[in-house]
């Protein structure tokens, strides 16, 4: 189909005409974005239906982050955006122009981990380790939003700063699945980098 | 997923006239959209990406209450001051759903708008009057536990999966939109959204390109401010029966409930009964339920919920 091109070219143009009258295109669209990956940026073109996941491992293979469910179920996706941890699974490349991301590579590299790597480690958060470049953005994360003061469904007082407590790590952790169960070892992980910390 | 189109316009205006076109659907967060669209259950063939509208603040309001943009995060929703100390059954009902990661994505008109869980309409190998019209409901007869004992029709027994509507229904929030041609307008949260009936792929008062603007919360109302959410697990899955409720001294009060029907199930009569006690309460809320055997356990689960919230409540006296 001839207009799929133009279209592509053109869907990131503010106020582009939208929508091709027949209510069902079956041609692949195309869109430029530019992605800011751990400090560098990266121009592409993708499929707009390319998920940010998708993005970051097909197009730039940085395979670190991964895909368990790819529905939001499972967390091994996570990486954070602009600060914020998300899921990568679902959201789309298009939507990221300009945005700040940082997955597992980011955060450390094998001669330089980050002291959450470390933690994981040194408490053997893991077995087969496909979950953990996740649970490890989210953890860092969760670190950060208790210092915020974000509240949990677990905080007693949800007017009141939030505690560093196991409890609080756990609750928030619940969006990064094991299927090793290697979560007891996983909260003490957070727990030494949380009581360094605090 | 079907290909589409993207385009990320500058105004609501553009927004709300660009999503009016045949085949468009607006995007804020992603998560439900994105989930449906992968499945094919939602086949929009060009996206109107509404992350870049001034729309993430949270206002006073002129008469004390709040005004909610419709981009607010439910992370940030949450973790707001003002809502954390005069609304906090919103705070509640906010972090009891989904997960860290989620929440930070999702938004305010998102989760409200987000579509029912029924693992049939999730099945699209199997009929369902909500995702293919007229196709027939494969819950009626099937496995019912999750599904709604209160306010279903022969078409469609689905519950509304969203936790923050709980608590937006027993607040009295109000809805506010833009149409394609420009026009606003405010709808309560008690006529948002809709049963079923004979049309359950209709799920809101919205029409066909609305824009959701912001949530309006009326002054806040004294009292304890509670969300009980009960599931299979202890996090990070939606509710078999949700409690929304504000319980003032001497047992006056407002509840509402999630997990039972096709919208935050609030009967207003029923809240006389709270001083009597949860089981006057629930016999009233709940009549005319039509359970199934696999969930009759919710009508049950409603009463023991909110008799644990009233006798929290006198404890705390
Ligand atoms: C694994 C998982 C677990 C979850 N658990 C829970 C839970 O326990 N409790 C709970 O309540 N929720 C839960 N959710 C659902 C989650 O809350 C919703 O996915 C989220 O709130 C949707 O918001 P969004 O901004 O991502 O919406 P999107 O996916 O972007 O959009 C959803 C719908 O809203 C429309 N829309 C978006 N913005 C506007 C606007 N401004 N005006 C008009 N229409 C608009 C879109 O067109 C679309 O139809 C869960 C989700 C997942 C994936
Ligand atoms: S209950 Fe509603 S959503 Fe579920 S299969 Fe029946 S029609 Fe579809
Ligand atoms: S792959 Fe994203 S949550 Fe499972
Ligand atoms: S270590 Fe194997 S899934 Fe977590």
Redesign the interface.
Known sequence: MAG?AT??AQ??????E????P???????H?RVRLRVNGTDHDLEV???T?LLDALREHLHLTGTKKGC???QC?AC?IMVDG????SC???A??HEGDAITTIEGLGTPDKLHPMQAAFISHDGYQCGYCTPGQIC?AV??LE?IG??????V?AD??AAPSLSADEIR??M???ICRCGAYSNIIEAITEVAGRRA | MIPFTYERPGSPAEAAAAAAKPGAKLIAGGTNLLDLMKLEIETPVHLVDVNGLALDTIEATGDGGLRIGALVSNTDLAADARVRRDYAVLSRALVSGASGQLRNKATTAGNLLQRTRCPYFYDTAQPCNKRSPGSGCSAIGGMTRQLAIIGASEACIATHPSDMAVALRVLDAEIETLSGEGTTRRIPMAEFHRLPGDTPEIETALNAGNLITAVILPRPVPGRHVYRKVRDRASYAFALVSVAAIIEDGGRGRVALGGVAHKPWRVEAAESELARGARATTARLLEGARPSRDNAFKITLVERTLDAILSDARGAQ
């Open positions: 799929s279209a592509g869907a990131l143009a503010k106020g582009s939208p929508a091709p009258s209510p069902r295109s079956l041609e692949p669209v869109s499929d707009t239906r998920s790819d529905h939001g967390g996570t914020q941890r998300i899921n679902l959201t789309l298009v939507m989210s994360a969760v939003e915020q003061g974000i509240p949990s469904h905080t949800i007017s609750e928030r619940s969006g990064n």
